[in-house]
């Protein structure tokens, strides 16, 4: 079955600490996106790629990066300058990035602060 | 600028009960327009959608009209279940940015 995969479901950061989650998808998207949530704000967006080896900051990008080596790969880096991290983080892909076009989401990675 | 707003939950009702989730929007042109839902402890997932005014979208019981004279598109169920409970996020997509605003979510719980 095609979709899309998030790694780890739960993840630790230690004060100082890059960490990177991973999104992987088999649906042959395009555009691929990361999201994150906090409880009562809905979701904002971080960053986003529409093609292979080229990415846009979203609202939220400070103390984020992404890379886009593979059409199938989109790996977020929660840096040490992000001061409040703790939050749901949800990665999407569109099989275009058109308007119309449905999002497909991952099962998600929670990060919490140690 | 452009937002989405729906109604703040928590929506609590009985099973077999009626349902409406109130979503307007801000945001010029002819955007498309989605309701999605989450489930506890997993990502979202498309519940249905409509990308032309006077659309109605439906699935699983669901349906939400796009009405353009009014930027709204509310959710309604005619009789919920149990398996209903869920947060449930409105979205649009404009012809300007392909990437979709997104309401704050409301959750709904039904009791048996």
């Known amino acids: 079955d095609g979709g899309i995969t998030q790694s780890p479901k739960y993840l630790f950061r230690k004060e100082g600490q890059n960490v990177t989650l991973s999104c992987e998808q088999n649906l042959n998207h395009d555009a691929m996106y990361w999201y994150r949530q906090d409880p009562g704000q809905g979701l904002r967006l971080i960053y986003y790629?529409?093609?292979?080896?080229?990415?846009q900051k979203g609202d939220i990008a400070e103390g984020y990066s992404v890379s886009r080596e593979k059409k199938e790969s989109f790996p977020l880096t929660v840096t040490s300058a992000q001061k409040n991290p703790t939050a749901f983080y949800l990665c999407?892909?569109?099989?275009?990035?058109?308007?119309?076009?449905?999002?497909?989401f991952g099962p998600g990675t929670r990060l919490l602060v140690l | 600028g452009n937002s989405v707003t729906q109604m703040e939950g928590p929506v609590t009702l009985s099973e077999e009960a009626f349902l409406t989730i109130n979503c307007t929007y801000t945001a010029t042109g002819y955007p498309s327009l989605f309701w999605y839902v989450q489930y506890p402890g997993e990502g979202l997932q498309l519940l249905l959608k409509a990308t032309k005014a006077d659309d109605k979208g439906s699935n699983k019981g669901f349906e939400a009209t796009y009405r353009k004279e009014t930027t709204s598109f509310h959710l309604e169920k005619g009789s919920v279940q149990v398996s209903d409970s869920a947060v449930y996020f409105c979205?649009?997509?404009?012809?300007?940015?392909?990437?979709?605003?997104f309401g704050r979510g409301t959750s709904l719980i039904v009791h048996p």
């Open positions: 979205a649009y997509a404009s012809g300007g940015s392909y990437i979709p605003t």
């Open positions: 790629s529409q093609i292979v080896n080229d990415f």
């Open positions: 999407a892909s569109t099989p275009r990035g058109h308007r119309e076009e449905t999002q497909y």
